[in-house]
C-alpha cells in the first residue's frame, strides 16, 4: 500500500494535474493506494502522523513541492516510513538534490522501484525553549530567510507559479531585501570551537543539500549521505559588491569571494545579540530566533530512490 499526501493547491494548481497523471498510472499497474488532501485543518504534519500511527513498514509518498515535503518531515515516524516525493513546486530543491526526475512517469517509476530505498541525513534546528524543527534542504537566517518570508504572502509568487516562473520572486526579493535589510553583527561555533565573531552579517545557510531557492548552488558538492552541515555564510560585504556576487552565488562560484565562510560540520551554534532574527526552513518561513544549535542526524531518513 502507498499513501499518498496531495497539496492539490501547490504550485499554483499544478499539483492537482499531476495527482491526476500519478493516479492514471497507478490504476494502470494496479498498484493499491490511498490518497490523502491536505486542508487548513489537516496540514500535510496532521496527515503525516496520522499515516505513521499505522502498523509495519509504510510508504509514504508527497506529491508537492519543498513546503510541502518539510511539513511531512516533521510529522513522520522516521521508524516505520519510507518517503517518496512526486515534485510540482516551484522550487523542487529537494527533489533536484535527491535526483528525482521532474517528469511524473519517471518519479513514480522511482518510487515503485526503489524497493527499501536510501537512508538519507536530514538537518534538525533546536530553540532556547527545547523545541526544535527538522529539514530536508536547508534552514538559513538574514538575507534568505527575509525572502522566504516576503514570498510566503506575495500575489506576485502565486501568479508567476501558474505560469511556472515561480522561482523567479525569489530573485526578485532578493535584490529588494540586499538593499533594504539591516545587517547584525553574529557569532558562531562550529563543532564546540570557541565562538567566532561575523561582523554585518548578509545571511547564514545551513545546507543538507547543493541548492536552495530553485537552484541556487549555496553549497556545491553538499549532499544528504556525508553526515554533515554544509555552512554557507555571507558577511561584511559592501552592498553593491554584493549585489555583484549574486550571479557567482548561483552557480556556485563564491567560495574564493572575500567575504563568504564554507564549512561542513556536524553541528554549528548561532547567536546574535538582536532579539528575533527571521529563520527559513525548506524555503518556508521558521519564525524568530536569536539563539540556535543546527545538528546533522545521519541516516535518518528512509528515501524510495534509486
Not at 56 to 61: A, E, K, R, S, T
Not at 89 to 102: L, T
Not at 163 to 166: A, D, F
Given at each position: 500500500?502507498?499513501?499518498f499526501i496531495v497539496n492539490e493547491h501547490g504550485g499554483g494548481g499544478k499539483a492537482g494535474k499531476t495527482w491526476a497523471?500519478?493516479?492514471a498510472i497507478l490504476e494502470k499497474e494496479k498498484v493499491p493506494y490511498k490518497k490523502l488532501v491536505t486542508t487548513a485543518e489537516e496540514g500535510a504534519s496532521v496527515l503525516a502522523r496520522n499515516v505513521s500511527s499505522?502498523?509495519?513498514?509504510?510508504?509514504?509518498?508527497v506529491v508537492g513541492g519543498d513546503g510541502t515535503i518539510n511539513e511531512v518531515l516533521n510529522g513522520i515516524d522516521f521508524e516505520k516510513v519510507r518517503l517518496g516525493v512526486i515534485p510540482t513546486?516551484?522550487?523542487?530543491?529537494?527533489?533536484?538534490?535527491?535526483?528525482?526526475?521532474?517528469n511524473t512517469k519517471k518519479a513514480v517509476d522511482m518510487v515503485l522501484k526503489s524497493g527499501d530505498g536510501k537512508s538519507v541525513d536530514i538537518g534538525s534546528v533546536s530553540f532556547d525553549d527545547g523545541s526544535s524543527r527538522l529539514f530536508g534542504i536547508s534552514a538559513g537566517m538574514g538575507m534568505d530567510a527575509i525572502v522566504c518570508k516576503k514570498a510566503l504572502s506575495s500575489k506576485l509568487k502565486n501568479f508567476l507559479n501558474k505560469?511556472?516562473?515561480?522561482k523567479f520572486i525569489y530573485i526578485i526579493y532578493t535584490v529588494q531585501t540586499l538593499f533594504s535589510m539591516k545587517t547584525e553583527d553574529f557569532k558562531v561555533s562550529f563543532d564546540g570551537e570557541p565562538m567566532q565573531e561575523i561582523p554585518r552579517l548578509i545571511f547564514i545557510a545551513f545546507m543538507n543539500l547543493e541548492t536552495e531557492g530553485g537552484g541556487v548552488k549555496m553549497y556545491p558538492g553538499a549532499n544528504a549521505q556525508n553526515g554533515k552541515i554544509s555552512v554557507c555564510i555571507a558577511s561584511d560585504i559592501p552592498k553593491f559588491k554584493a549585489f555583484g556576487y549574486l550571479p557567482r552565488l548561483v552557480v556556485g562560484k563564491q567560495e574564493k569571494i572575500k567575504g563568504f565562510i564554507l564549512r561542513q560540520c556536524s553541528q554549528i551554534a548561532v547567536s546574535c545579540p538582536k532579539p528575533g532574527v527571521t529563520l527559513h526552513f525548506d524555503g518556508e518561513y521558521g519564525g524568530e530566533q536569536s539563539n540556535i544549535v543546527v545538528r546533522v542526524l545521519p541516516g535518518k531518513l528512509r528515501m524510495l530512490v534509486q
Open positions: 500500500m502507498y499513501y497523471k500519478v493516479q499505522l502498523d509495519g513498514d509504510l510508504n509514504l509518498v513546486g516551484s522550487g523542487n530543491d529537494f527533489a533536484r538534490g535527491m535526483k528525482i526526475p521532474r505560469l511556472g516562473l515561480g
